[in-house]
């Protein structure tokens, strides 16, 4: 049988009566406002710099709770030169030493770590990065596709055969849960799932995935001891998932629903039920890809976005109605982690910022 860690999924990655239902489920008082935090570690010699702190950063940052943390869906990326680096580096060199530089953006206080969905990190490479980030820092980190991945992958992508680890207990806490705590510690943000698309076959048997998730996310120890604030999070690809049964399952494992900016799901407003259904609570958001380019569009949208830094397709409808819920969140003194990707609107900075400007002004009305 084939090894299930070979190739993974090509991830690449309301009406009045609910506005106002959601205003009555997000009503508390203010968190306090956020202190940009430093560096954890003085940067070597010779490493990525930060970009010179603009000074409409930091009085932005400072008017968003404490609780509220936005970043990017990765750091690796040349064309944010100006924005977060210092001058021009290659790919890996900002893979090896850009997650310093990039925590020293007043508005950057999370990151998404992605890679480990292709292979398994260690502890002691999810520590490497703790250890690059402020104490208040906190990491979105994507499940191995081992675990989360229905099928076995040829190296283009294409399904082979069914992963017979898939949503597998103990895999999921042995490659995933055990090493991202050890490693990241109290800076864990959340560790994500993120069920790629299940074959026809399997799909048409939903309940019998539910059952599999549902003793997958039992089985998994708790986060709170080493971080307080951490969360486990189920991220889906297949609409098929957004029933009553799911909110059950993740309900009764204690796990979130992770907001899904996606094309293969349906726009946000449509998925605001789910976060309803499991108030109060943290909120965990990916905003992955711009629904223009359809469920499988991540390459369209690499090759329009190039260097990724300039916002090509803004959103604005997305980002008002992601704002709307965040602040409500934060507001009501749950932990909120939102990490946007490149593809979503066509550079993350910019949208991290974007974003950042759309809370300040919820905040203020």
């Given at each position: 049988?084939?090894?299930?860690?070979?190739?993974?999924?090509?991830?690449?990655?309301?009406?009045?009566?609910?506005?106002?239902?959601?205003?009555?489920?997000?009503?508390?008082?203010?968190?306090?406002?956020?202190?940009?935090?430093?560096?954890?570690?003085?940067?070597?010699?010779?490493?990525?710099?930060?970009?010179?702190?603009?000074?409409?950063?930091?009085?932005?940052?400072?008017?968003?709770?404490?609780?509220?943390?936005?970043?990017?869906?990765?750091?690796?990326?040349?064309?944010?030169?100006?924005?977060?680096?210092?001058?021009?580096?290659?790919?890996?060199?900002?893979?090896?030493?850009?997650?310093?530089?990039?925590?020293?953006?007043?508005?950057?206080?999370?990151?998404?770590?992605?890679?480990?969905?292709?292979?398994?990190?260690?502890?002691?490479?999810?520590?490497?990065?703790?250890?690059?980030?402020?104490?208040?820092?906190?990491?979105?980190?994507?499940?191995?596709?081992?675990?989360?991945?229905?099928?076995?992958?040829?190296?283009?992508?294409?399904?082979?055969?069914?992963?017979?680890?898939?949503?597998?207990?103990?895999?999921?806490?042995?490659?995933?849960?055990?090493?991202?705590?050890?490693?990241?510690?109290?800076?864990?943000?959340?560790?994500?799932?993120?069920?790629?698309?299940?074959?026809?076959?399997?799909?048409?048997?939903?309940?019998?995935?539910?059952?599999?998730?549902?003793?997958?996310?039992?089985?998994?120890?708790?986060?709170?001891?080493?971080?307080?604030?951490?969360?486990?999070?189920?991220?889906?690809?297949?609409?098929?998932?957004?029933?009553?049964?799911?909110?059950?399952?993740?309900?009764?494992?204690?796990?979130?629903y992770c907001l899904g900016l996606h094309p293969k799901l349906p726009p946000i407003e449509q998925q605001l039920p789910l976060l309803r259904a499991l108030w109060p609570g943290p909120l965990v958001c990916r905003w992955n890809l711009n629904r223009l380019h359809g469920p499988y569009g991540y390459e369209e949208a690499?090759?329009?976005?190039?260097?990724?830094?300039?916002?090509?397709?803004?959103?604005?409808?997305?980002?008002?109605?992601?704002?709307?819920?965040?602040?409500?969140?934060?507001?009501?003194?749950?932990?909120?982690?939102?990490?946007?990707?490149?593809?979503?609107?066509?550079?993350?900075?910019?949208?991290?910022?974007?974003?950042?400007?759309?809370?300040?002004?919820?905040?203020?009305?």
């Amino acid at each position: 049988m084939s090894d299930p860690r070979s190739a993974p999924a090509p991830d690449a990655d309301e009406d009045d009566a609910s506005a106002a239902l959601q205003v009555d489920l997000f009503g508390a008082d203010e968190a306090p406002a956020a202190t940009p935090a430093t560096t954890a570690r003085r940067a070597p010699a010779g490493a990525v710099q930060a970009a010179a702190t603009q000074p409409d950063d930091l009085a932005l940052a400072r008017t968003l709770p404490a609780s509220l943390r936005l970043g990017t869906s990765s750091w690796t990326y040349p064309g944010w030169e100006g924005l977060v680096w210092a001058g021009r580096h290659s790919e890996s060199q900002l893979s090896k030493s850009g997650l310093r530089a990039y925590a020293r953006h007043p508005l950057l206080r999370a990151v998404g770590i992605d890679r480990g969905f292709y292979r398994p990190l260690t502890a002691s490479q999810y520590e490497r990065y703790a250890l690059q980030v402020p104490e208040d820092f906190r990491f979105t980190v994507k499940a191995p596709s081992l675990v989360c991945d229905a099928l076995i992958r040829s190296e283009d992508g294409r399904g082979k055969e069914l992963n017979p680890a898939f949503l597998d207990p103990a895999l999921a806490v042995q490659e995933f849960v055990q090493p991202a705590q050890e490693g990241l510690g109290a800076k864990t943000g959340a560790l994500v799932f993120q069920i790629s698309p299940l074959p026809p076959a399997l799909l048409q048997r939903l309940p019998e995935q539910l059952e599999r998730l549902r003793r997958m996310l039992r089985a998994l120890p708790a986060l709170h001891e080493r971080a307080p604030q951490a969360v486990v999070a189920v991220e889906v690809r297949d609409p098929q998932w957004l029933t009553p049964d799911f909110v059950a399952v993740l309900r009764e494992a204690g796990a979130r629903y992770c907001l899904g900016l996606h094309p293969k799901l349906p726009p946000i407003e449509q998925q605001l039920p789910l976060l309803r259904a499991l108030w109060p609570g943290p909120l965990v958001c990916r905003w992955n890809l711009n629904r223009l380019h359809g469920p499988y569009g991540y390459e369209e949208a690499e090759r329009r976005y190039g260097e990724f830094d300039r916002m090509q397709d803004p959103d604005p409808s997305t980002r008002a109605v992601l704002a709307r819920v965040a602040h409500a969140t934060a507001r009501a003194g749950h932990p909120v982690m939102v990490t946007i990707s490149n593809k979503a609107e066509g550079s993350a900075p910019l949208s991290v910022r974007a974003l950042a400007q759309a809370l300040a002004a919820q905040a203020a009305a």
